[in-house]
């Protein structure tokens, strides 16, 4: 069986940092208009007081999977065997660590029960594995992927198609996309 990784944030779901973010800031945020690479940047001089008010919020609570995920995973779950691997400390550490890997933890158990608990990785370094399939909005989660996935999102707008051709990546922007590529061809045979 192959094996599959799943990353968690802007692919499962948004979390709920950027409704923190335009709270603190009193304002609304459109990221694919601003130049950062971390959404937390958008408030940087500003991490402590931020960190005062939301360091121990939970930015999963009742925070929605994307369109189409629960299905479509719960169909590739049958397929292959897939791994959520995901991060749970931030730069900065304007939300606290401990706190964030617990919440993604229970976050994961209670949306995707079907997915084993054991297959739950939490690291900053995805490099260290090597997948068949890899599904991430980062390019660094990819590398180790014998097929890579790029879940389009504001952190990746500006990755050409020529980049991603040289680099035999495929972008999705939807969870149809990658039902169409990794399921409806099989049950075509």
């Known amino acids: 069986m192959k094996t599959m990784m799943i990353d968690m944030d802007n692919v499962i779901t948004n979390n709920n940092f950027t409704i923190f973010l335009e709270e603190f800031l009193n304002k609304k945020l459109d990221f694919n ?97 090597h997948f068949d399939i890899g599904i991430d909005d980062r390019l660094s989660g990819l590398e180790n992927a014998n097929l890579k996935i790029l879940f389009n999102s504001w952190s990746n707008k500006t990755i050409t198609d020529i980049d991603l051709k040289k680099n035999q990546i495929i972008r999705v922007n939807n969870w149809k996309e990658i039902d169409n590529l990794l399921l409806e061809k099989d049950d075509e045979k």
């Open 33 to 129: 208009k601003l130049k950062v690479k971390y959404r937390q940047e958008v408030i940087e001089g500003q991490e402590e007081e931020f960190k005062k008010i939301y360091a121990h919020k939970n930015i999963y609570d009742n925070a929605p999977l994307l369109e189409g995920c629960y299905e479509t995973i719960k169909k590739l779950n049958e397929k292959y065997d897939i791994y959520i691997v995901t991060s749970y400390i931030w730069k900065k550490d304007v939300i606290n660590a401990a706190e964030n890997l617990k919440n993604k933890f229970n976050y994961l158990k209670e949306k995707l029960p079907f997915i084993d608990e054991n297959k739950y990785i939490f690291t900053q370094n995805k490099k260290l594995m």
